[in-house]
């Protein structure tokens, strides 16, 4: 699949990394000379970010192109992002030529925050408004404006590419996230303009207290549980009174003087200057990351989007043993050090074990059902250092599968296939209702002996059967 993105400022090179990481190739114009260096940067900081999101490969990267003229860039995409600056005039322009360069079948989004595609399309454009957040290839959130079967079908693409969606009912300016922004942006200018508060103190006010709710909630469930037992209805009869007392603004604007301006930028370069804007979105996203990952687990806001993107994510062979893990060290595993923290070589070879019990059908249906194995011991070698960013590659092979027990050596690699660590694992099988061991299903017991049959006469791994400070023959 082919991607073309008109425009290449941050909103435009997020795009193409978003696309790029999940296996399209991507066309670029942008008739800026530096274009290619700024999205290069975009794209190396997505790599770094993106893929420890997740807990299995992402697809092959596509091929990225730039090229010197529109026609040449959109031909043959399935998908066009137009992403030029917020000037209708401009706009119309731009999307009047793609309506005649691309094919009938091709998506044409603008990335626009206001325009309303009513404006955007009043010089023959066909555009839909897909209107992403900063950084696009991090939050999954996108807002769809426009005829109903386009934003459907056009919602159905980025979800392939790991994207949430919003379909928006009406069309309206600014769409539904930036006119929330809105109500906070100038609320905001107000209590800097008169003194109440600083940049720096606003950003605290909202990191260290609602912005954290708000990004496993939202609004509306947060209110919720502010209510209590009882409810919304609670929250509203307590709190809905005050919707009538004058503690905002939001009707009035203040004046966009050169006092103001002078006084925002300063205080925001005495709040941040001393970190670049790359040292900032690499800060962003390394919290972004943390934070994700978090949800993930929980499935709860954007973290379902990810576990949903992943699960649908292709798990990669192998012709000799299976391949149970394959994914990027995220920067939250390393340490001071910059390598991957001990204790997450044992997590990667736990899910390495998880992996293998869904391969002989011990998944998350055979532990509803009441049977699984449980972990008896486990022998880490750390053998080399892995560092953030590194593919890391985990191969099992089984020692011992008959009966009640299951004994799995995983092989941890790098890219180069090089021998970082192994993990010899015994586990046993147990009922979940009694608590006691007791033998597999006999359709696992099926799939367990027939790799313990393949396996069987492979070479014992170097290191199999060690115990703590045996001299080591690796090295």
Not at 113 to 119: D, I, L, R, V
Not at 238 to 263: I, N, R, S, Y
Not at 274 to 298: C, F, P, T, Y
Not at 307 to 317: G, T, V, W
Request: charged fraction near 25%; aromatic fraction near 8%; proline fraction near 4%.
């Amino acid at each position: 699949m082919k991607a073309a993105i008109v425009g290449g400022g941050v909103i435009g090179g997020g795009w193409a990394a978003r696309f790029l990481l999940n296996g399209w190739d991507v066309a670029v114009f942008d008739p800026d000379p530096e274009a290619q260096r700024k999205i290069g940067e975009v794209i190396e900081n997505a790599r770094r970010s993106l893929p420890s999101l997740y807990d299995r490969s992402l697809p092959e990267e596509g091929q990225l192109i730039f090229h010197a003229s529109l026609s040449d860039a959109v031909q043959g995409a399935a998908w066009i992002q137009e992403s030029v600056p917020e000037r209708l005039e401009l706009k119309h322009k731009v999307l009047g030529n793609l309506t005649d360069l691309a094919q009938s079948d091709a998506v044409i989004g603008s990335s626009t925050s206001g325009f309303k595609p009513s404006e955007l399309n009043r010089d023959g454009g066909r555009a839909i408004v897909a209107h992403p957040f900063n950084p696009v290839y991090l939050l999954p959130l996108v807002e769809l404006v426009g005829e109903k079967s386009e934003t459907e079908r056009a919602a159905n693409i980025l979800r392939d590419i790991g994207m949430y969606p919003l379909i928006v009912r009406k069309e309206i300016e600014a769409h539904i996230a930036d006119r929330l922004l809105e109500a906070v942006w100038r609320e905001s200018l107000w209590l800097v303009k008169d003194g109440i508060a600083t940049t720096a103190e606003i950003d605290e006010a909202i990191r260290m207290g609602f912005g954290l709710r708000w990004a496993q909630m939202g609004l509306f469930e947060t209110y919720r549980v502010a209510g209590g037992e009882a409810g919304m209805k609670h929250f509203m009869a307590q709190f809905g009174p005050a919707l009538e007392w004058p503690w905002t603004k939001l009707m009035d604007v203040p004046e966009f003087t050169e006092d103001l301006v002078d006084l925002i930028a300063g205080q925001s370069d005495t709040q941040s200057g001393h970190m670049s804007i790359r040292e900032l979105e690499r800060l962003r996203d390394d919290n972004l990351v943390g934070l994700l990952r978090s949800l993930k687990k929980s499935g709860s806001g954007a973290g379902g989007v990810i576990s949903s993107h992943e699960s649908a994510l292709p798990h990669s062979a192998s012709a000799s043993l299976p391949i149970t893990g394959d994914r990027q060290i995220p920067q939250s595993w390393t340490d001071y050090n910059g390598h991957m923290n001990e204790a997450y070589y044992l997590e990667a070879g736990a899910a390495a074990t998880d992996r293998f019990m869904e391969l002989i059908g011990a998944d998350a249906d055979y532990v509803a059902a009441g049977q699984s194995y449980f972990t008896v011991e486990n022998h880490l070698r750390y053998l080399d250092e892995l560092k953030e960013g590194e593919r890391l590659i985990i191969t099992t092979q089984v020692l011992e599968g008959e009966g009640k027990r299951m004994k799995l050596f995983h092989f941890l690699k790098n890219a180069d296939s090089k021998l970082a660590a192994t993990m010899e694992t015994l586990l046993l099988h147990v009922d979940l209702n009694s608590r006691s061991s007791c033998p597999p299903g006999a359709n696992v017991a099926s799939r367990l002996g027939t790799f313990a049959a393949k396996h069987k006469n492979l070479p014992l791994p170097e290191g199999a059967g060690r115990y703590v400070g045996q001299r080591s023959q690796v090295g």
